[in-house]
Structure formats: C-alpha cells, structure tokens
C-alpha cells in the first residue's frame, strides 16, 4: 500500500477527517497548500505562515469552483453513479486518478484512514452539487481579511452574448484541463443546463472559432 502511495499525482491527507473546505485546507501540510495554490495559479508567497495560506486559498478555492468549475465538477461527478457520498470509501488510489486534476485544486480531498482512502467533497462543493438542478443564481460571497469589495459572481444573462460567450470559452478550457478534450455535444448539455438562452452544437462550433 506504501509503494502505491507513493505513486499517487495528488496530495493524501493523515489526519481526521473534516467537510469544511477551511478545515481541509488546514489539514494539509504546507507544502500541499503551496503545490495547490500553483495548480490554482494563485500569486503566493512561500514565506506566508500556513494560517495566510489556508485563507487564501479558501476564498480563491470557493470563487473558482462558483465561476469556472461547478458545471465540470458536477458532470464528473455524475459519472460517479447514484452512490456518490460527501465522503467515500475507496481501496485502489487507481479509482480517483480520474479526478486526479481536482483534488490538486482543492476542490477535493482524500484521506487516508487505517487501510481505506476516503473522498472527501468539501460542504461548500457537495452544496455546490447539491443545487445543481436549480438554475444558477447570483452569487454574493464576502470576503474576509484585506478585501475591499464583494465579490459578484453572476449567472450567464441573455442581454449580454459577449459575456456569456467568454464564459463558455472558459469553460471549455477548464473541461480540457481536467479531461484532455471537450466536445461541442459535452459544452452544450453543461450550457443549456444553466442557461436561459440554449446554443445547438453547430452554435457552440461558431462561438467557439470566433
């Protein structure tokens, strides 16, 4: 089990098990939070004391997954079948390569328990997939320590195209991140799932190459 460990492309966490993002966050080592600010490309310093870093990466962490990650998080997730819990039991580490990409983001987590590795879905995300049925609302998120301003995260809107075609391009870049492709087809179910204005495939191909 040791070797297989050893072998892993993501962090395992040797402590209690938490569902609090923070308290995920703060169950990892420092080095772990440094190696998932730079999978978030978050501007950090390696000086900052762990308690800085875990606050940072708590605010980034939970805005990424509100504007970029939620509709990719959710359809992976669905691949999981029915049975997906807040916190699963797995016995091959060879089973979570799939969301590999993922936990090095910190969006999950994966602890090891005596002889069993447990996926742990933070509340703030497992809410996340919760309300994956509703449409999309706006989301307010305070901030805490030094920020100025609230954050607004906003739904696609109809009125503005430009914009909500932006977000469509991120999105696809974020899906062939985790997944190494992403098809029109796939785009399109994520799109029209949250979105009051529904593109066919030929539409997201135009958008797409403009």
């Known amino acids: 089990m040791k070797k297989l460990e050893s072998q892993v492309s993501f962090p395992i966490i040797k402590k209690v098990i938490s569902t609090s993002l923070e308290e995920n ?13 730079e999978n978030l490309n978050l501007s950090i310093r390696k000086s900052w004391k762990k308690e800085h870093l875990v606050q940072e990466l708590f605010e980034s962490i939970y805005i990424q997954f509100q504007q970029f990650y939620k509709p990719v998080v959710v359809e992976l997730l669905e691949k999981f079948g029915d049975q997906m819990e807040q916190a699963i039991g797995f016995q091959d580490l060879k089973q979570l390569e799939i969301i590999a990409p993922l936990i090095n983001k910190g969006f ?68 062939v991140r985790i997944y190494g492709h992403a098809s029109s087809k796939h785009l399109a179910e994520i799109w029209n799932r949250y979105s009051v204005n529904k593109l066919t495939t030929a539409e997201i191909d135009e958008i797409l190459k403009s």
Do not use: H
């Not at 966050?25 to 600010?37: A, F, P």
């Open 25 to 37: 966050l703060e169950n990892c080592t420092k080095k772990q939070l440094i190696e998932i600010s």
């Open 108 to 175: 999950f987590y994966v602890y090891l328990q005596k002889d069993l590795y447990v996926l742990v879905i933070p509340d703030e995300i497992w809410q996340g997939k919760e309300d994956s049925d509703v449409e999309m609302q706006e989301v307010n998120i305070k901030l805490n320590g030094n920020r100025e301003t609230n954050q607004i995260l906003s739904p696609p809107k109809e009125e503005n195209n430009s914009s909500n075609y932006n977000l469509l391009k991120q999105w696809k870049e974020t899906a």
